[in-house]
């Protein structure tokens, strides 16, 4: 469904301030989210101030107010010592603030498409680059914005009004003022929205399964799969379900399977990938699979490399089994989320070949 991204008026505010409630409301401390605080940041006379200086924006679905955010024009003094790629002087950059997505239509390209929307506002004004942040902890709004084509310049502390100073990682876009420019850049953000969708844009099917004996016997959260949940909803992917087995062989294998019959374009687990006896994922994949895609697996492991050598110790695996692609994970929260953003844009291509919506190349 098309979404219409125009500048918000009076008549938004209220509807908005609606979205980033909402969006505030379903952080728990400890999260991976924005770690927003009501009235503080966001803050609604600040919302007020962009709608008066024409810098708010707002998406629409189907006639219902679904996404927000700002765009400003000019440096934003707290990136003076970033070592931004993209040379541009302080008015030849926009600025993205505060993007909010509904929470009930995640998973739909909304996010994606507002970047996009971004990227064209800051080329229509001439801009040479559009820069934004978000916390080093937010997984997946930096898996989203590497899928748009932005770029992380760097991670380091910035002092924010409600939470101090936090490790924040600081995107940009390159963009170009001429006319060329501008459809480039709103092209190379607008192919985000089709990274988790098949030919005709509908999003492709997710299942998340956690591997964890403690977690099966509730005696520790899943923090892994909700973490997961999030980050392809974000790239455009549809969840279709997640479940919770021990480490029994078995049961993996039988659900793998299982989701392979229904039809599931791609499988993510997470947990048993190590070196313990009970950490048999990889054995129960390899099982079930009858083609593997030994390229996944090597090209999250380089990037893990880059965080810490005991990367080197993960035995996770990918394959194919029908039209179903699967794909080993870490336990670890951070270490899923960091392994599946290494490769959640080729994984795309390669299900739009699998279930034949693409050509190879």
Known sequence: M??????????????????YAASCARQVPGDMGPDWHMGVYPARSDLEGRL????????????ALVAGMVVTEGEDPIYAKVPWQVPAAPDEVAVLHLLVVDPTVRGRGVGSQMVAAAARVAARAGK?????????QNTGAIALYKGCGLTAACVMPVHYEDIGDASTVLFELALDGSAAGKGAAA???????????????????????????????????????????????????????????PDEREQIEAELRDAAARGVALVLTTGGTGFSPRDVTPEATAAVCERM??????????????????ACLSREVAGIVGRTLVV??????KAAVENVSAVIGPIAHGLGILRGEARGG
């Open 52 to 63: 008066a200086a024409g810098e708010l924006y707002v998406g629409e679905q189907d006639g």
């Open 128 to 136: 040479r680059t559009l820069h934004l942040d978000t916390l080093e």
């Open 187 to 245: 092209g190379k953000a607008d192919a985000a929205c089709r990274k988790g969708a098949g030919h005709g844009g509908e999003s492709f099917s997710v299942e998340v399964i956690t591997v964890s004996d403690r977690s099966f016997r509730g005696e520790r959260p899943d923090a892994s799969g909700p973490a997961l949940v999030e980050l392809v909803e974000r790239h455009g992917y549809r969840v279709v379900a997640t479940r919770l087995v």
């Open 293 to 310: 895609a030994p390229g996944i697996p090597e090209v999250m492991r380089a990037a893990s490399l880059a965080i810490t050598p005991k």
């Open 328 to 333: 080993n994970l870490p336990g670890s929260p």
């Open 2 to 19: 098309a979404l219409e991204v125009r500048k918000a008026t009076a008549g938004d505010l209220e509807p908005l301030w609606g979205l």
